[in-house]
């Protein structure tokens, strides 16, 4: 979310030698332009008619698409308010301690000011189809009722809780066509994002307990189809002690914390649901010479999400023109010379873009997904130069790039946050950039009317890792069915659907697809666990000297095992067609042995991997058990696909 008229907090130095915490004051660039000419405002949408769309949505590789298959471009933005308002110090009860001196009381900002209906008219003139609608875990278990003031526009929600207002505003958006992701934005019910207890998923709260909440919530609303994600955490940063990571395993993994929540969300909630995640939003110290900087969706090129459902999976992204690549949007004392994203030519602009969070589009990679830019905005009353350009750049490519976007916020004060699209005074008019006078409206109607894809998209094959780096990573519900198949050992299945086509030598990675055939698997249960050569037929040595683990006839790999550098099985199962193909020995002990110009990126960073061509599948895995030899995957039995 931006940072305006008040002070943020970042972490950057030592707090009286112990406690490495200087606080840092953040306030937005005062630049001063001459005025641009007044743009009109957005022409108005048409009168709202019933959604022509239909749940629930899913993805084919950059793209999310609805139930039949249809482009569906979130076009949202942010109606905040239930995340919290509160700046942290100061009484709650006094507008002045809450952000832009705006009291939410925990729920969605403007019930106080204007009836559901006339906020959700609003919303549809703006061209909107979407919103992400944040809330606090906080919000989840406060069980007092909000004061009859929060509510005085829609008498009919007083004595409610906040968690019952978020009901029927849920129910008010999905009931007039707007799909609904759910936001967890912040722990506790403060204003987010500087070193505030709610920088990480688990700031102040387990990591069980964080799911459970995400699984309470969902369960909630999985039945209505048009709540349709499940954005699982906003901003992930430093705190006063560490940064988070990707992949590390510990306590301040994000990656794994993701991985758990969407898991159990789609198999304990509801399986229809998006599982949104964002990119890491900071780590390091923001100081000159020191380490630090933005890894938004970097870290994904080499260790990307697999989720039991493959079709689920967004990632997102927040771009504010005061932050930067290295910037943490400090101005003052503390401040670093590193660029602002507004400070960046539009070439350098756009190659950031594309290098922290675009990228993920490109297809036949293991990471690609569609890209939600699911933060960005900036004010009404902003005159610097620099600031109006990079919101016209940007607003430029995500229209030349088809992008999905969020703006943020939806809607605010009159006369409190002129970043807000709509502004509400106290008698309930409204203000803002449907109004003559706004400067946003010529850019923000450029995103909105510029070309875009629509109709039917095509299935794309599916690219998806494996990694045992820290444990099991069965994908696989059929296989989850079965019970444990390699007891004590560190498991990975492919998600339904997919068929495993590549390894690493040494790192307990894999790669799988669904390219050339789709599901590949037979109806049923069966399943073989291979742990010797018995299924290498006579005269059949593939990979003389090494221990080979080939699955039976009619039958290819899905997954594999191993127990610390050993490989320890391998998981093969039954195809729904005959599996007679002609076979090869692809060694990748000494070097990467891949198809010319292979799909699926990389998928074991730093290891050697072989891989399958797209018309071939899987159907032995090969390793030595010699003195001195690492005794992971050193070669793959790759068949022709009928």
């Not at 675009?358 to 620099?386: D, K």
Request: glycine fraction near 12%; aromatic fraction near 10%.
């Amino acid at each position: 979310m931006p940072i305006t008229d008040r002070v943020v907090k970042y972490l950057t130095g030592l707090v009286s030698g112990t406690a490495p915490a200087v606080l840092l004051l953040t306030l937005a660039p005062a630049a001063v332009a001459a005025p641009a000419p007044e743009p009109p405002p957005p022409a108005a949408a048409p009168a709202h008619a019933a959604p022509t769309w239909q749940p629930p949505l899913s993805t084919r590789g950059r793209y999310v698409v609805d139930a039949r298959g249809d482009r569906f471009r979130l076009r949202s933005a942010n109606w905040d308010g239930a995340q919290g308002s509160w700046t942290g110090s100061g009484s709650t009860a006094d507008p002045a301690h809450h952000h832009a001196g705006q009291n939410s009381y925990g729920i969605p900002l403007g019930l106080d000011r204007a009836p559901l209906p006339r906020l959700l008219a609003d919303f549809h003139s703006l061209g909107i189809n979407s919103v992400r609608l944040p809330f606090s875990n906080e919000m989840i278990h406060t069980t007092a009722p909000v004061p009859d003031a929060a509510v005085a526009a829609n008498p009919q929600l007083r004595g409610r809780t906040p968690l019952q207002v978020y009901d029927a505003v849920v129910a008010a958006l999905t009931g007039d066509g707007f799909a609904v992701v759910l936001n967890n934005h912040t722990n506790t019910s403060r204003w987010c994002c500087g070193i505030d207890g709610n920088e990480r998923w688990n700031s102040g709260q387990s990591t069980q307990q964080w799911a459970d909440d995400w699984v309470f919530m969902v369960r909630r609303y999985a039945g209505d189809p048009r709540v349709v994600g499940a954005d699982l955490y906003n901003e992930v940063r430093r705190d006063i002690w560490d940064d988070p990571n990707w992949g590390l395993g510990d306590d301040h993994d994000w990656y794994a914390a993701a991985q758990l929540a969407a898991d159990r969300i789609l198999t304990e909630a509801d399986p229809d649901l998006l599982i949104v995640v964002e990119g890491i939003n900071w780590t390091g110290l923001p100081v000159d010479g020191l380490p630090h900087g933005r890894p938004v969706l970097t870290p994904a090129r080499t260790l990307s999400h697999t989720l039991v459902a493959s079709h689920k999976l967004v990632y997102s992204a927040h771009f504010y023109g005061y932050t930067g690549p290295r910037h943490s949007g400090a101005t003052g004392i503390g401040e670093t010379h590193d660029a602002r994203y507004q400070d960046l030519t539009r070439d350098q602009l756009y190659q950031a873009l594309a290098d922290e969070a675009f990228f993920v589009q490109e297809e036949g990679r293991h990471y690609t997904a569609p890209v939600w830019i699911s933060e960005f905005g900036i004010g009404a009353g902003e005159t610097g130069a620099a600031a109006r350009t990079w919101f016209g750049d940007i607003t430029d490519y995500f229209a030349d790039h088809d992008a999905d976007f969020a703006y943020w916020p939806l809607v605010g004060w009159e006369g409190h946050d002129d970043w807000a699209l709509l502004r509400y005074d106290t008698d309930g008019s409204r203000h803002g950039i449907l109004d003559q006078g706004d400067w946003r409206a010529g850019p923000w109607n450029h995103l909105m009317t510029a070309p875009t894809r629509t109709g039917p998209v095509a299935a794309v094959p599916v690219w998806r890792m494996l990694t045992t780096d820290h444990g099991d990573q069965v994908q696989s519900l059929r296989v989850r069915a079965g019970g444990d198949w390699d007891v004590g050992a560190y498991k990975a299945v492919c998600p339904d659907g997919l068929r495993l086509t590549g390894l690493g030598h040494t790192a307990g990675r894999g790669l799988c697809t669904d390219v050339t055939t789709g599901d590949l698997r037979a109806d049923g249960t069966g399943r073989t666990v291979v742990t010797d050569e018995r299924h290498v037929p006579a005269g059949g040595d593939w990979a003389s000297g090494y221990t080979k683990l080939q699955c039976p006839p009619g039958q290819y790999l899905i997954g594999y095992s191993r127990r610390g550098e050993r490989l320890s099985a391998a998981l093969c199962v039954p195809a729904r067609t005959s599996l007679a193909g002609t076979g090869r020995t692809v060694w990748f002990d000494r070097s990467d042995n891949r198809p010319a110009g292979a799909n699926g990126g990389d998928f074991a960073h730093g290891d050697y991997k072989g891989q399958c061509a797209d018309d071939e599948y899987a159907a032995g895995i090969a390793f030595t058990t010699r003195l001195g030899s690492p005794r992971g995957p050193a070669a793959l039995l790759c068949r022709k696909l009928p």
